[in-house]
């Protein structure tokens, strides 16, 4: 059994150890910095860890792409349109990050001189950073000791310790087991490196233990079940929430609408939506009286904390005053995903 079976013990090198697989083994990202190297521009940390918040690096990295070179620094990015920039994140999800991304933006440069601010403290002060984003820009960008806990590491902990809580309810021991590993030096490069750990090795199912550079200090693979940590009690199913999406068109122009600026998807552009009830409605909430004919196929998404499905309504009108977007053109307008699934349909059966 590896020393650190009774809880809270530290596995004695493991920081070392890890560092000596990270040299080799990093990921390459575009913010990121090699292994060692000085810290990347603390623009870019910042604009990446605001886009990986719930969101996987695949699906990341071309929207950074996108963002720095439109976007380079604080002072460009506080400056932008936000109808501009909300159009620039459509897909990306949780748009509520991409409001919190213009407001933090702004205080920068309103209240710092256009740079980051070093310390956590400091940087939870800020719009759309929390506890984890903090210490993961502090540690990355700046090389502060800080305990960098997101859900690889979490993973990694968990089995490392095999804490038995179930995962909800082991947040803060989880920390403050993660703590206890914590370098003071290399900082960034360590939290990078349970990051790496926990996606390329230490993966949710079939962790490849035989590939991890600490598997000898691990209590879960002592015991042969790595796979049964972290604890997760079974998840209650997601309500139901059902709506309706139309399609009014007008000489090859469809209309769109902005979201109200709170709430779910707010100020983002989209098809006119009936509310998200829990009782099918076909065509009420129509945003005007048409002849609306109902589609045979409906739109599902799921979105954090309930599903919803969404019958299709559409109807040529008349010119009348709106945004008229053409159909031809519709990718520009930055549709959030759901709204983009239902436009492919209409598009498709017109």
Same mark, same amino acid.
């Given at each position: 059994?590896?020393? !650190? ?28 910095? #090699? ?64 409001? !919190? ?50 859900? !690889? ?42 990051? %790496? ?9 079939? #962790? +490849? ?18 796979? %049964?940590? #972290?604890?997760?009690?079974? +998840? ?10 139309? @399609? ?13 600026? +709170? ?12 509310? @998200? ?10 945003? =005007? ?17 309930? !599903? ?15 945004? @008229? @977007? ?19 349909? =209409?598009?498709?059966?017109?």
């Amino acid at each position: 059994m590896p020393d !650190n079976a009774s809880r809270g013990v530290a596995p004695s090198g493991i920081g070392d150890e890890l560092l000596r697989w990270y040299d080799i083994h990093a990921r390459t990202l575009p913010w990121r910095a #090699p292994p060692g190297a000085p810290p990347m521009d603390p623009y870019r940390v910042w604009l990446s860890e605001i886009m990986l918040q719930q969101t996987q690096v695949a699906s990341a990295r071309p929207y950074f792409e996108k963002f720095v070179a439109r976007w380079p620094d604080f002072a460009s990015l506080a400056a932008a349109d936000e109808a501009e920039l909300m159009a620039a994140w459509a897909g990306l999800g949780y748009y509520a990050r991409a409001r !919190n991304l213009m407001a933090c933006a702004q205080a920068v440069v309103a209240h710092h001189g256009g740079r980051l601010p070093d310390s956590e403290g400091a940087l939870r002060a800020l719009p759309g950073i929390g506890d984890y984003t903090a210490a993961a820009i502090a540690a990355i960008a700046f090389g502060r000791r800080a305990t960098v806990v997101d859900a !690889n590491v979490e993973r990694v902990v968990t089995r490392l310790f095999a804490v038995e809580a179930d995962l909800r309810e082991a947040k803060a021991e989880i920390r403050a087991l993660a703590d206890t590993i914590t370098p003071d030096l290399r900082a960034g490069d360590f939290a990078q490196a349970m990051m %790496d750990l926990g996606s390329l090795v230490c993966t949710a199912r079939d #962790p +490849k233990c035989g590939r991890c550079p600490i598997s000898a200090h691990c209590a879960a693979y002592a015991l042969g079940s790595p796979a %049964d940590y #972290p604890r997760k009690a079974r +998840k209650r199913p997601k309500p139901q929430r059902y709506g309706t999406i139309f @399609w009014a068109e007008c000489g090859g122009r469809v209309l769109l609408v902005r979201r109200p600026a +709170k709430g779910l998807l707010g100020g983002m552009r989209a098809l006119p939506s009936s509310d @998200w009830t829990q009782v099918p409605r076909d065509s009420a909430g129509a945003p =005007f009286a048409a002849h609306w004919e109902l589609l045979d196929e409906t739109v599902a998404h799921g979105f954090t904390h309930f !599903n919803l499905e969404l019958a299709l309504a559409r109807s040529e009108v008349p010119a009348q005053e709106g945004e @008229w @977007w053409p159909i031809d053109q519709l990718e520009s307008a930055g549709l959030p995903t759901v709204f983009a699934k239902a436009a492919a349909v =209409f598009r498709r059966v017109r």
